[in-house]
């Protein structure tokens, strides 16, 4: 923590909550191997509200939850240093899924891991710790196991789910297992995202968007540059963070994005007023690090990138402080903003494709929905019957 440059008093708080954690678990048989989201949810949601611990025990929630969630990522960097010799069948069957997500269907790292997550949810659920026989997997398995997210997640959620176990039935029939009844058994869902026009914002309200970043401040001209990739490039919010200093070429005016969701690079030009905004927070805004991302962080830890989540975040401040915190929020909507400024100046779906990313044309059609002059140039009179 001091390498990260957290402050004396926090490394005081954080160590003071692991040993009232440690105190905890020395009453209760709790190894080390234990330690994880289940034993920190008892620990805060159940012992600490009763907590009758002489003192000095520590009992600042917040603090708390913070030093443990920080626990728990150095014990599973621990874990994965060391190569463990009781792997489940489960994992040996996920660890060849993972290597055909990443080499043969060239996903992104962020999709093969939900997707692997997923599996590994369905595959603990029927066998656990047992070996994998897919003789007794049924069709009516796949339907219930789905059907049971229903009541939980919407729709496009329930997509992700189908998609992962989809792709897993796929791996299994290049291994030569059939899966053809299982894969049939998987419910089509409803395409409601279809159904409803998507979310974009105005000229007026962009530009309120970007003058509510207070530039006289470093984490102000980050996130004002981050926004300016946004909108005026339409990168994803994963894109943004994964950028580095290498990336950027100034004599050529290009931008190179290396670490995209389809796997693919790509060279976009770099506008001056985006390159402007990426500049001056690299001369006034960018701590010393010895990280080459170019979006890091300001606060401990240092000499990280900043993750998605923050970069989210922040726009979500700014949608705040302009006043759309009701009606927008996250990075992607700058992204559709982009492609409907850009179908309203007459530009090819297929150009908007090209610059966004898009392996199908179809995704980038929705867009069109939302123009709404050329949509008004096509639209047949009102003769005021009601039919």
Excluded at 37 to 59: D, M, Q, S, V
Excluded at 273 to 289: F, V
Aim: with cysteine; glycine share 6%; proline share 5%.
């Amino acid at each position: 923590m001091q390498s990260q440059r957290y402050s004396e008093l926090t490394i005081r708080h954080y160590l003071s909550a692991l040993a009232h954690f440690n105190h905890w678990a020395d009453s209760r048989p709790l190894a080390v191997a234990n330690i994880g989201e289940t034993a920190i949810r008892e620990f805060i949601g159940l012992h600490l509200p009763i907590c009758a611990c002489p003192k000095p025990c520590f009992r600042g929630r917040l603090e708390i939850g913070a030093a443990l969630r920080r626990l728990l990522l150095l014990l599973q960097q621990l874990v994965e240093a060391e190569p463990s010799s009781a792997s489940t069948p489960v994992s040996t069957e996920l660890l060849g899924f993972e290597h055909y997500l990443a080499d043969m269907c060239g996903l992104a790292v962020s999709t093969s891991s939900y997707r692997l997550r997923i599996v590994r949810s369905f595959l603990d659920a029927y066998f656990g710790v047992n070996p994998i026989d897919l003789s007794l997997l049924s069709p009516q398995c796949v339907e219930d196991w789905i059907i049971g997210f229903t009541q939980r997640y919407r729709p496009s959620s329930l997509g992700v789910i189908r998609a992962s176990l989809r792709s897993y039935f796929r791996y299994l029939t290049l291994r030569g297992n059939p899966t053809n009844s299982l894969s049939a058994a998987l419910p089509v869902l409803a395409r409601c995202h279809e159904a409803k026009l998507i979310k974009t914002m105005t000229a007026a309200q962009l530009e309120g968007f970007l003058r509510s970043f207070d530039l006289t401040q470093p984490t102000g001209l980050r996130d004002f540059a981050m926004a300016r990739c946004l909108s005026d490039l339409g990168l994803r919010g994963q894109e943004v963070t994964q950028l580095t200093l290498d990336d950027i070429d100034w004599r050529a005016g290009t931008l190179t994005l290396r670490k995209t969701k389809v796997q693919r690079v790509r060279v976009l030009p770099l506008p001056v007023i985006t390159g402007t905004a990426i500049a001056k927070y690299l001369r006034s805004g960018r701590p010393e690090t010895c990280n080459r991302r170019l979006f890091v962080r300001h606060v401990a830890p240092v000499d990280e990138p900043l993750g998605r989540h923050a970069a989210a975040n922040a726009m979500n401040r700014a949608f705040t402080r302009s006043g759309l915190g009701s009606q927008f929020s996250g990075t992607h909507v700058l992204r559709r903003t982009l492609a409907t400024r850009l179908q309203g100046c007459g530009c090819s779906l297929k150009a908007i494709a090209d610059l966004l990313g898009h392996r199908e044309l179809r995704t980038t059609t929705r867009y069109a929905q939302v123009d709404f002059e050329r949509l008004r140039r096509i639209a047949l009179p009102w003769t005021g019957r009601q039919l």
